[in-house]
């Protein structure tokens, strides 16, 4: 029963790197998000997708891109990593909105960028 | 701007006593709440929620309070068992803002 899979786990970078990473989730549902976590700021939010070939904005966008050209794959690229992303970047999924549905969360992607 | 605050960064209790995790919200368009639980190395998994409708949901051991005048809500877990050692975040939605508000969570620490 695999859920929400993150890949990488771990993942070291230089400042203007770029790298991507990959949430696969396996119960079929329509909305997934990128959140990252970072001490005393909670989860904050990405982007979002509420369906197969669409994507939105969250609270912190800038520097990230995003695409979900297949329903259970949603895909977080940095094209110019910088040390401020440093953070661990969490992938979740849900039936309906968040705002209604419960998310279901991967166990998350540490990053690193020197 | 902070719309979901969790002041206390940590809390400890004994086993066995009851473990009270406080949140506070500014946005009064809000009408669902909801406690996330967090074991290091793993992600956030849902606990509880409540709607505006309600001032109060149980789950068993958890119970969620709404105050919606005071834009405060608490959960209440009794009694506080070892294993519920995690971080707890609030989180919460509503108005234009369909996607959750995630507060900054609160480390608890049941000692035996």
């Known amino acids: 029963n695999a859920g929400v899979t993150q890949t990488p786990k771990f993942r070291v970078l230089k400042t203007g790197q770029s790298m991507t990473l990959l949430c696969a989730q396996d119960?079929?549902?329509?909305?997934m998000y990128w959140y990252r976590q970072d001490p005393g700021m909670g989860l904050r939010l990405i982007h979002y997708s509420v369906g197969e070939g669409t994507t939105a904005k969250g609270e912190v966008p800038d520097g990230y891109n995003v695409s979900r050209l297949k329903k259970q794959n949603f895909l977080l690229g940095l094209e110019s990593a910088a040390p401020s992303q440093t953070s661990v970047y969490f992938c979740a999924s849900s039936w309906s909105g968040g705002d209604t549905g419960e998310l279901f969360f991967g166990e998350g992607s540490r990053l690193t960028v020197l | 701007d902070q719309q979901v605050k969790q002041n206390s960064p940590s809390l400890s209790v004994q086993e066995g006593r009851i473990s009270i995790l406080n949140c506070d919200y500014t946005n009064s368009m809000f009408d669902y709440f909801l406690w996330y639980k967090k074991y290091p190395a793993e992600g956030p998994t849902f606990l509880i929620s409540i709607s505006s409708i309600k001032d109060k949901n149980e789950d068993g051991r958890f119970t969620v309070f709404l105050n919606k005048s005071a834009k405060h809500l608490s959960l209440h877990i009794v009694p506080s068992q070892p294993g519920d050692s995690a971080v707890y975040f609030c989180a919460a939605s509503g108005g234009s803002a369909r996607q959750l508000t995630f507060g900054s969570g609160t480390q608890l620490t049941v000692l035996p």
């Open positions: 119960m079929n549902h329509e909305y």
